[in-house]
């Protein structure tokens, strides 16, 4: 049946039109293009990722509504826009965790070792797949403001401006988050430890920080762990900006972690892809 | 074009490789014949720059896989034993997806992705996601995946492993065709018979080392196309058998575990030499089949050719 058909170039080509490979940037572009893509092809998918917004806006705007009546919740705050700048940092995060888990399923399905015995760089791979969750992180983040303008109640008194500020840092920090998801990744191998692991740093992150309830009502060794996650550094500078009070070195403080954090877990993630050995 | 000079790897304590060289002129096709775990994918893995050698050193197309393996990776196409084609796009799509990888324009990508897929017979499934494709149609994705560069070296790792007779017809008619166009293959397989087929040269591989090398003519004269399997009763009366039938001038080698003797032999003509020297010894085999040459009988026919020298 194969040998039916018409003549192909199959033979090596002359090496004056043979294709050598392209360039960084276009790699990125291009392997970006594919990481994206499988979300808009499966719609369900799509909706999945933007029902999660909805839910966690829904459920915890109503769950931990009386929180603002305690004594440590700052006055003069609706619970609502005290939370928008945790739920963008605790979305953001959770997309993160999906760059570490979509690097897993290529590692095993045998493409990355495709990519590998081409003339592709491992920075383009490891690069096109946060840049992937950037963008998707993006959206669902978008989605998510335009929510809670609509349906929650949500009224900045930082303004748009301020809240397009918070979510664009709420970005830096889910992006270089997803370096260090990549980078465990890369290291872990195996789609089941990958989650789990995941799913911990993810709860941790979110859970023992400044996101729902203030760092001081919480126990001492919370609190520790509240002080050193750089998702609390983040979500303060974000809560300023959101409800227009001064921000102060927050935002240059968090901005400044979210780079220490992709330069040290890039190298990690590209020497764990390179680790059995080119 | 692909030479590899004493290469060895360790994985640890286990060594995969041990000192192997070989060597695949231009145009020409090796087959790597071994069993599972004999390192044949370790040795490809090597060639393709996916691994670090631990010791000695290969070209693949003029350069050295370590020091220069972005210059092999733009010169060579791999096909591994698990189709590496992206499931979530179109078969289109995945070709597409390389040979702009691989630095072509748009228009370019999909002019030779169209020309693959018609060559390997997706045209029909071009538009559909590769979950859909059964196991032979990824396959022969994976393999135009590996071919989009018109690449001067394809390493091919058991390419037909696990498909049916039509699939692997298929396929062995597109690597006659890539050989015909002077592409440069290193085959691995399971099979004798297809790297009877499609190797001009074969080399065995086991535990690690090369046992054999030759072309395939030659390794067939010396191990015969066909063999007899005679069993016998008991292990004593194989061991008899066995001086039988090497003082009737054939080789037979003994495989202890089921009392039963393997010989090489040309035709029919040598198995009723066989049956009327085992009858005139009074030895009564409890079956005697004539069958094709398998990879088992390589290798007991390598091990006789040992026996035969400490002998």
């Known amino acids: 049946m194969v040998d039916t058909v018409q003549p192909v170039r199959t033979g090596p080509a002359p090496s004056a039109t043979a294709w050598h490979g392209s360039g960084v940037g276009t790699q990125i572009v291009i392997l970006a293009g594919r990481a994206v893509r499988p979300v808009f092809l499966r719609p369900s998918r799509l909706v999945v990722s933007l029902i999660q917004p909805f839910v966690m806006l829904g459920l915890f705007s109503q769950v931990f509504r009386s929180m603002a009546d305690t004594p440590l919740f700052p006055p003069d705050v609706s619970y ?11 979305t953001a995060t959770t997309v993160s965790a999906q760059a570490g888990v979509g690097m897993t399923s290529d590692m095993r399905n045998g493409v990355l070792a495709r990519f590998r015995s081409m003339p592709v760089r491992t920075f383009s791979v490891l690069t096109a797949r946060s840049i992937a969750d950037l963008a998707r992180g993006a959206l669902e983040l978008t989605v998510m403001i335009i929510m ?3 349906i929650f109640g949500f009224d900045p008194p930082g303004g748009l401006l301020g809240t397009a500020v918070a979510m664009l840092l709420a970005l830096a920090v889910g992006w270089s988050l997803g370096w260090l998801f990549l980078a465990l990744a890369t290291w872990l191998r195996g789609s089941e430890n990958v989650q789990a692991c995941g799913i911990l740093i993810t709860m941790l992150l979110q859970f023992a920080s400044s996101a729902f309830v203030p760092v001081a009502s919480m126990p001492t060794y919370l609190r520790a762990v509240a002080t050193v996650n750089p998702l609390s ?3 303060d500078a974000a809560r300023g900006l959101i409800l227009g009070r001064p921000v102060g070195t927050s935002v240059v403080g968090t901005l400044a972690i979210c780079l220490v954090l992709s330069a040290v877990c890039s190298v990690l993630a590209a020497r764990g892809l390179d680790r059995t050995g080119r | 074009m692909i030479e590899a000079l004493d290469v060895g790897k360790r994985f640890g304590k286990v060594t995969a490789l041990d000192s192997v060289s070989l060597e695949v002129p231009r145009g020409s096709v090796l087959g790597l014949l071994g069993h599972n775990g004999a390192g044949k994918t370790t040795l490809v893995n090597i060639l393709a720059t996916m691994i670090t050698p631990s010791s000695g050193t290969a070209r693949v197309a003029g350069y050295d896989v370590v020091s220069d393996g972005s ?7 791999l096909t591994g034993q698990f189709a590496s084609v992206d499931e979530d796009l179109t078969g289109m799509a995945n070709l597409v997806l390389i040979a702009r990888l691989l630095g072509a324009g748009r228009q370019q990508a999909r002019e030779r992705a169209d020309e693959l897929l018609a060559a390997f017979d997706l045209s029909d499934a ?3 996601p590769v979950q859909g494709y059964s196991g032979g149609m990824r396959r022969r994705l ?4 590996s071919l989009v560069g018109q690449p001067e070296v394809v390493f091919l790792d058991e390419p037909t492993t696990g498909l049916d007779p039509v699939s692997r017809n298929a396929m062995w008619a597109v690597v006659q065709r890539l050989v015909g166009d002077g592409t440069t293959i290193l085959l691995t397989t399971q099979y004798l018979e297809e790297a009877d087929r499609l190797a001009d040269s074969i080399v065995v591989l086991s535990h690690g080392r090369v046992v054999a090398a030759g072309t395939s003519a030659a390794m067939k004269a010396g191990l015969g196309r066909r063999t007899v399997t005679a069993r016998l009763r008991t292990n004593l009366e194989a061991l008899d058998a066995r001086t039988v039938l090497e003082r009737g001038g054939l080789a037979p080698a003994l495989d202890e575990s089921r009392d039963s003797l393997i010989v090489p032999v040309q035709g029919f003509q040598d198995l009723s030499t066989i049956v ?3 009858g005139e010894a009074r030895i009564e ?9 398998t990879l088992d009988d390589v290798y007991l026919a390598l091990a006789a050719d040992e026996h035969k020298v400490s002998v």
Do not use: H, S
């Open chain 1, 80 to 90: 609502i826009n005290y939370l928008v700048p945790a739920i963008l940092f605790t």
């Open chain 1, 148 to 150: 809670a303008l609509l």
């Open chain 1, 233 to 235: 550094y983040g979500i």
């Open chain 2, 71 to 77: 210059k092999v990776r733009q010169r060579i196409g």
């Open chain 2, 126 to 128: 071009a538009t559909r």
């Open chain 2, 142 to 145: 994976d393999l135009a995946a």
């Open chain 2, 276 to 278: 009327r020297l085992l």
């Open chain 2, 285 to 293: 085999p409890a079956e005697v089949a004539l069958t094709e040459a």
